[in-house]
């Protein structure tokens, strides 16, 4: 019996564990047949890519933990790059969008994209707690409205539709600069991006939300059971609205960060961002369920979809079969999330 109880639990183990399991595999074979995937350009590039993804996956966690998702995520990054792009090319650029009003101040630029990104995330969480629409519906709307809104500003002033380039260096240095440099172990300093610590503090100011305060305990309450959080006193239309508008905070972060990262930003700019995010943290065991997620797990989901993705080009796997990749991946991961929740209940 003992033994029978001892097999039961490493079949568990292995069948809760096999994203993982296969993850780190998957980065064992690449590294033997690419040896040049675990260099330190390549990790610095993949923490990196990890850490401009970071924000938006935070915030679309939130919305996770409340049973729902947001499609409209990566939309809302492509309108705040695009406008803080604009809004911060150089003044003697000669295809300045609004060549009327020069370099706006960064810090108003910031302030702009985030109150962008809580302002759609307040519509959001609003549509979905006062109307008692499922966020799937809500967001899916307002990812077209944020799309058409994004098509008709690159109209505005000078663009005409086309990219937004001819970003001022106070902008490209405050996120895509380095005051930090680490060796190669071939005699070259490989050059840590800035826009990485400034997730790191994102990151640390979100665990203390989550796991400090009241309304991330509130969260955490209406995400299990909006009934009982309700009759204990929590306002779950007020905190829904929040969770929304905080993760649209995210977005408006990342939207920033992005506009000088791609340093030419297009009508395209942040697709597809929230399907990357929400495997992200569906691998990171963020559960649909509602109610269970950590912001350690996002990390890792966000750090090891980051390593899959830059594995997979480092064999040369074309991006088209990557997308088929990443759907198998988030299949996976929800099948075995819903696993998980059926044996514990």
């Not at 406008?83 to 960064?106: H, R």
């Not at 799937?136 to 086309?162: C, D, K, P």
């Not at 990485?196 to 503090?201: K, N």
């Amino acid at each position: 019996m003992e033994k029978e109880d001892k097999r039961r639990w490493w079949g568990e183990f292995f069948i809760d564990n096999s994203l993982y399991i296969f993850l780190i595999a998957a980065i064992i074979g690449i590294a033997v047949y690419n040896p040049n995937f675990v260099s330190m350009k390549s990790i610095i590039n993949i923490v990196s890519l990890s850490a401009a993804n970071l924000p938006i996956a935070l915030g679309i966690a939130g919305a996770i933990i409340l049973t729902g998702t947001d499609l409209s995520a990566g939309r809302v990054v492509g309108l705040t790059a695009c406008v803080a792009a604009s809004l911060l090319q150089m003044a003697e650029y000669p295809n300045k969008m609004f060549p009327g009003i020069g370099t706006v101040p960064v810090p108003i630029v910031i302030l702009a994209v985030i109150a962008i990104g809580a302002l759609v995330g307040a519509v959001n969480g609003f549509c979905t707690a006062k109307f008692n629409l499922h966020p799937f519906i809500v967001t899916l709307a307002t990812q077209l409205i944020v799309y058409g809104t994004l098509l008709i500003y690159l109209m505005q002033g000078n663009n005409n539709g086309q990219s937004i380039s001819g970003l001022d260096k106070s902008y490209t240095n405050l996120i895509t600069g380095s005051i930090l440099s680490v060796p190669d172990g071939k005699g070259n300093m490989v050059p840590i991006p800035n826009f990485v610590w400034y997730a790191i503090v994102i990151t640390v100011v979100m665990w203390f939300v989550w796991n400090k305060t009241t309304f991330g305990k509130n969260m955490f309450a209406v995400g299990s059971n909006p009934e009982a959080a309700n009759v204990s006193g929590v306002n779950v239309a007020a905190t829904t609205i929040l969770v929304f508008t905080l993760a649209g905070v995210m977005y408006g972060f990342t939207g920033f960060i992005e506009g000088a990262r791609i340093g030419a930003n297009t009508a395209n700019t942040g697709l597809n961002y929230e399907l990357d995010a929400i495997a992200a943290c569906v691998i990171g065991g963020v559960s649909f369920v509602g109610g269970i997620g950590k912001i350690r797990g996002v990390i890792i989901g966000v750090v090891l979809l980051r390593i899959i993705f830059v594995g997979l080009t480092f064999m040369s796997v074309s991006s088209n079969l990557q997308y088929i990749i990443k759907g198998l991946i988030i299949l996976v991961a929800c099948a075995i999330d819903m696993r998980k929740y059926l044996v514990r209940k």
